[in-house]
């Protein structure tokens, strides 16, 4: 049985429903055309991004406050734990810096008192270094002074941790220096713990220095500091050369090796000290007194002419 207008009635049905799909696929794909064209989109999402931005920052108020609330405590805390620790350290370091200044002026009136003539008068100057060869045969380094500036054979070189070496040729704008690492050098030191007095040898590395010849009765360890003692004049004393890193017996068993790891810098640094021991002062004591002028003889008189002479 057929009914009139069905199949009518169906095709407007679908049209109604295909024809708004349709546009709505039309307009959605002009939309993402736009937006790849024109980027349309990110600008508005960037404009509703920063309209939402104080709702967002409101929001977020409270757990702001209170993780800067906890943050602020716990840095106080800390705040106050290191300020009471380096107060302590503080006054440790005062109370040793004041026994280290009693010391150093009882050793200089002992030394006063026995006529030394190591003080610590020392004549310091600034180099900048031009070229380092760490070649386990020559160790040596360029400076960018000379004799110009005051450059002389034999001053002693340091950087902040201790001794580099000395000057052995000087040019009038450049000076070469050999490395205390340098297997032709030698540097007299002394074990600051017990006073122990040896000689430092270079191995052509930079970690190692060698001591041989050490009694087997001599007090000495691993750890203990060396510095310059001051014999031959060359280097001034008290300066760090290393640190006791390994004790061996010689072939002998009669004395002890021992080897040390140097305290400067080697494989850093532009800039050295050139230090050298100032000449000791001798006009100290009351000024002597001047020589007394000594008369001034009368001038001999010439001779009267003879009366028959006249002229």
């Known amino acids: 049985m057929a009914f009139a207008g069905n199949s009518a009635s169906r095709l407007s049905d679908s049209a109604a429903t295909t024809l708004p799909m349709m546009a709505y696929l039309a307009l959605a794909i002009g939309l993402m055309v736009a937006d790849h064209r024109g980027q349309y989109g990110q600008q508005i999402r960037a404009r509703m991004a920063w309209l939402t931005e104080p709702m967002w920052w ?6 702001r406050a209170f993780t800067a609330s ?21 006054e ?48 040596r380094l360029v400076l960018d002074a000379g004799s110009n500036t005051g450059v002389r ?33 030698a540097v007299p030191v002394q074990v600051v ?3 122990l007095r040896a000689i430092a040898y270079g191995m052509g590395r930079t970690d190692r220095l060698n001591l041989p010849n050490i009694p087997q ?66 006009d100290m004591g009351p000024p002597a007194p001047r020589p007394s002028p000594t008369p001034a003889t009368p001038a001999a008189q010439a001779p009267k002419p003879a009366p028959g002479n006249l002229p």
């Open 217 to 282: 009765s001599a007090d000495i360890r691993v750890g203990d500091l060396l510095v310059t003692s001051g014999i031959g004049g060359r280097f001034p004393a008290g300066f760090p050369v290393g640190t006791i890193a390994e004790l061996n017996p010689d072939a002998t068993r009669l004395f002890v090796v021992a080897q040390a790891q140097p305290a400067a810098h080697f494989e850093r640094g532009l800039e050295v000290l050139l230090v050298s021991n100032l000449p000791p002062v001798t």
């Open 193 to 195: 713990r017990t006073g």
């Open 153 to 185: 054979v034999g001053q002693a070189l340091i950087d902040s941790g201790g001794v580099l070496g000395q000057v052995i040729e000087v040019g009038p704008r450049r000076s070469t220096a050999l490395l205390l690492t340098d297997p032709d050098h």
């Open 58 to 63: 409101l929001a977020s108020a409270p757990s």
């Open 70 to 90: 906890r943050e602020g405590l716990a840095l106080r805390g800390q705040m106050q734990e290191d300020n009471a620790r380096l107060r302590r350290e503080l």
């Open 92 to 139: 440790i370091s005062s109370a040793r810096l004041n026994r280290l200044n009693a010391v150093a002026e009882e050793n200089l009136r002992l030394r006063e008192l026995l006529g030394g003539t190591r003080g610590y008068r020392l004549n310091v100057q600034m180099a900048g270094v031009l070229d380092i060869d760490l070649d386990p045969y020559r160790q």
